[in-house]
């Protein structure tokens, strides 16, 4: 049986692990790319829309862009240190230079439009902050009904990366990540428990460096970039944290995931954009979240070659 595409709306902060999420969701017939986003996290909105645009070029996916919300819905932003993705967000290899200009449109905007204009249900795939998903079902809560789900890579069940308890994208709004959770919308979370297993080893980027076409030619300097930074603070590879998001979606047999009921921390001094997961449903309250606890790490690797390989049958 030949299965159906699945709608989405690749909503990100590209980052170096957007970016490649984004390459791999666009090699597969898997999905309907139908519109890019880009709001502030790893670097400005500005910067993140104009990643993605570049990105899009390079990838050939040609479908609207649009700027997003440049600070969280409620608090001032925290500044992403440039020594992850660099100055302008996607340092390293220079990319090819946009081919389709930005939307008229916010963000919010263009997801309303893409929204309104779906026959069918739509995925949004959030790998950054979640401001402008939370700003959308704020304004247009009545679009609910047109979102199959939500993909999002955010949090930690077990632990934080930017303090203790909270992770880089929820801590920078948890606001509207509490949004987000609450709206009684399917959320498939991939947070640090899944992601820091989805690591990339230099082992990895040489089977990249042999593929002979311009998009793994960039892939393999943006994992050398991502794995140089990482390495440094101990990790032992780079985790593609964002690429989770995708896969959970077309190839859900390479993770055990978890139903739970997980809050946002939005306030408190030390455990702020923490996500509190009911690992062992102690409150007994209905589960909101399907999280991604474990990986398959070389099926992980294997999806991302194979997706990187095909962009030389002219993907
Ligand atoms: C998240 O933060 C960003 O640096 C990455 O792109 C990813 O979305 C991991 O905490
Ligand atoms: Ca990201």
Redesign the pocket.
Known sequence: MIKKPINVILDG?P????AIAWVVAKASSDFNILACTAVN??CSAAKAAYNSQRICALIGLDVPIAKGQDKPLVIESLK?PTN??GESGLDGPELPLPKRELEDLTAVELMIKVLEEAKEKVTIVA??PLTNVGALLLVRPDLKEKIHQISI?GGGIKHG?WTAAA???ILIDPDSADIVFGSGLPILMSG?DV?EKALVTPKDVEKIKKIDNPVADIVWQWLEFFYQFHVSIGYPGAPI??LCAVLALNHPEIFTMQKMYVEVETASEYCKGATIGDINNIAGKKPNATVLMDVDREKFIEYMIEAIKSYSEGN
């Open positions: 902060d980052g170096h692990d957007d996290g790893n992403a992850i993705h790998t950054g890579m990366n992770e880089f994208n640090l992601t944290h964002d």
